[in-house]
C-alpha cells in the first residue's frame, strides 16, 4: 500500500510503500530524485528515463522526494551520475557520515520523520537550489518549446542542456517529455477522453500519446490505468 504526504521540506513529498508479496511495482519517470529508506540503509533513487521495476523488493519502504533539479544540491552529486540507478547513499557519502544519519532515521519515531528532518537539516546547510531551474521546470511543464525556454531565460541551448544533465539527469527534451507524460496521465486519471488528453496535453495526436507512454513506462496507456499506476 502506497501513501504520501506533503513534506515540510517545500515541494518534497515524504511516502511510505509495502508493496504486494507477490507481482512486479512500477515507478514511473517524473523527473524527481528520492532519498529512501529500506531495510535498515538509506539508498537514492536517481532520476529515471524509463519505467523502474521493483520485482523483488519486498518489504516496507519510505521515502522523501525531492521535486526536479533540487536533489544534486543537496546530495552533492550531479545527477546524470544516477540516471536510472538505485545506489546506497554510503556509495556518494563518507561512510561514518552514513552511519551517523542511519542512526538517527533509526531513532526517529518512524522512518519518514527520520528521512524528512535529515532533509531539511540538509536543506539548511546546502542553501537554496538554482531558482534558474524551478523557472526551466515551469517553462517545459506549460508546454514551453525547449528552444524558446533556452531563449526566454538567456541561457543558451548547450548551456541549459549541460545545466540540465547536472539538474535533472538528462537533457531538457527528455525532461520535457516526462512532463509532458505526468500531465496526460493526470488527465487521463482524471476521465478526460484519450483523445482530449492527447491535445491538451501536448501530443501530436492520440497515436503518439500511445506511443510516448509504451516507450516511457512499458505499459499501454489503458494497461496503466487498469493497474492504478
Not at 165 to 188: E, M, N, S
Request: net charge positive.
Amino acid at each position: 500500500m502506497y501513501v504520501e504526504r506533503a513534506s515540510r521540506l517545500a515541494g518534497a513529498v515524504v511516502w511510505t510503500n509495502t508493496p504486494e508479496p507477490s507481482g512486479t511495482g512500477r515507478v514511473l519517470p517524473d523527473g524527481c530524485m528520492d532519498l529512501l529508506w529500506h531495510d535498515g540503509r538509506l539508498l537514492v533513487a536517481g532520476p529515471d528515463t524509463r519505467a523502474h521495476l521493483t520485482d523483488g523488493e519486498g518489504g516496507s519502504w519510505a521515502g522523501i522526494r525531492f521535486p526536479p533539479g533540487t536533489a544534486p544540491t543537496l546530495l552533492g552529486v550531479p545527477a546524470h551520475e544516477l540516471r536510472d540507478r538505485r545506489v546506497e547513499l554510503a556509495e556518494l557519502w563518507p561512510a561514518g557520515e552514513v552511519r551517523r544519519l542511519t542512526a538517527r532515521v533509526r531513532a526517529a519515531p518512524d522512518p519518514v520523520s527520520g528521512l524528512e528532518e535529515l532533509a531539511l537539516r540538509r536543506a539548511a546547510d546546502t542553501g537554496p537550489p538554482d531558482p534558474l531551474l524551478r523557472q526551466v521546470v515551469a517553462a517545459l511543464d506549460a508546454g514551453r518549446p525547449v528552444a524558446a525556454t533556452a531563449d526566454e531565460l538567456g541561457v543558451g541551448a548547450r548551456r541549459l542542456h549541460r545545466r540540465s544533465l547536472a539538474a535533472f539527469g538528462y537533457g531538457p527534451k527528455v525532461l520535457a517529455r516526462i512532463l509532458r507524460l505526468r500531465r496526460a496521465l493526470a488527465l487521463a486519471r482524471a476521465g478526460t477522453p484519450f483523445a482530449q488528453t492527447a491535445a491538451r496535453a501536448g501530443y501530436a495526436d492520440q497515436a503518439h500519446l500511445a506511443r510516448e507512454v509504451r516507450e516511457l513506462t512499458g505499459l499501454s496507456l489503458s494497461g496503466l490505468l487498469g493497474r492504478g499506476v
